[in-house]
């Protein structure tokens, strides 16, 4: 009698280890951008890959560049970024598997209302060299995120070396970037679906739209477990093979604010 029930327990015990092992194996670790943390966008996203599959994600949400080294650290399982070609080196380097395009929206030249650099059109490169010209604050983020990235292009691209007294790097993610170009009065350079989504707008508008040059496409990556054995391959490649399926690319279109749409999904079919 004695041997039978001490045995209960132990069934017990070991039934309750094996679900928080089962709960532990289905959750995984995202490195990805403020702008689709900021956006809301994983507001809709997230719970619904959730109900498909019964994986929670966790979301570091942090510049592009610093992601990349997060994934790089094997301190993430899946990445989920903005800066094609550091994704592209990412793969080739052989941190991570399979890039796929999941995703695009579009980068926007914000500023005061007023416009005193004369800014406003649809040319990103003639806007940054009358934003250098007049002197007047312009906001970058300095954090090697993927809008930091297009930056830079964008003022090579335009030949513009001194960018005007007005010039400050913040170092931070895009809604502090957004905040300080409101405090400011000045410029600054924002993903659409960030900037539809913050609140602190100030005096500031849209001033630059529509350039080809401001198309801004994002990927996922899974880590590669040769690298980092720790990595939730499997559970990884789920949200990957998802958010690229007819269930993610819906999810991600049908995330609007205001009625409008932020995120559009172009994964290969």
Request: net charge positive; with cysteine.
């Amino acid at each position: 009698m004695f041997g039978r029930s001490a045995s209960k327990p132990l069934i017990a015990l070991t039934a309750l280890l094996l679900a928080i092992g089962a709960h532990a194996a289905d959750s995984i670790t995202m490195a990805s951008t403020t702008s689709t943390d900021n956006s809301g966008l994983f507001t809709a996203l997230l719970p619904a890959f959730k109900r498909d599959t019964n994986i929670d994600v966790k979301v570091v949400a942090v510049g592009t560049g610093q992601a990349i080294d997060i994934a790089k650290r094997g301190d993430a399982d899946v990445l989920f970024v903005h800066d094609k070609e550091k994704e592209e080196a990412f793969v080739s380097d052989g941190f991570g598997l399979k890039r796929l395009d999941v995703m695009y929206n579009d980068f926007v030249l914000i500023g005061p209302k007023s416009d005193p650099a004369k800014s406003k059109g649809t040319d990103i490169l003639a806007g940054l060299k009358a934003v250098a010209a007049s002197g007047t604050p312009f906001v970058s983020r300095g954090d090697k995120s993927g809008t930091h990235a297009a930056e830079i292009r964008y003022w090579k691209d335009a030949g513009v070396e001194n960018k005007g007294a007005g010039y400050k790097e913040c170092g931070c993610g895009m809604g502090q970037a957004l905040n300080t170009a409101a405090g400011l009065n000045g410029y600054v350079l924002s993903d659409r679906a960030t900037w539809a989504n913050f609140k602190n707008k100030a005096d500031l508008v849209i001033l630059v739209e529509g350039d080809k040059r401001l198309f801004n496409q994002y990927g996922v990556i899974v880590v590669n477990p040769a690298k980092h054995p720790q990595v939730r391959r499997d559970a990884a490649q789920k949200f990957a093979d998802w958010v690229v399926s007819s269930r993610g690319q819906a999810a991600i279109n049908g995330y609007k604010i205001g009625g409008e749409q932020l995120f559009f999904g172009n994964a290969a079919k």
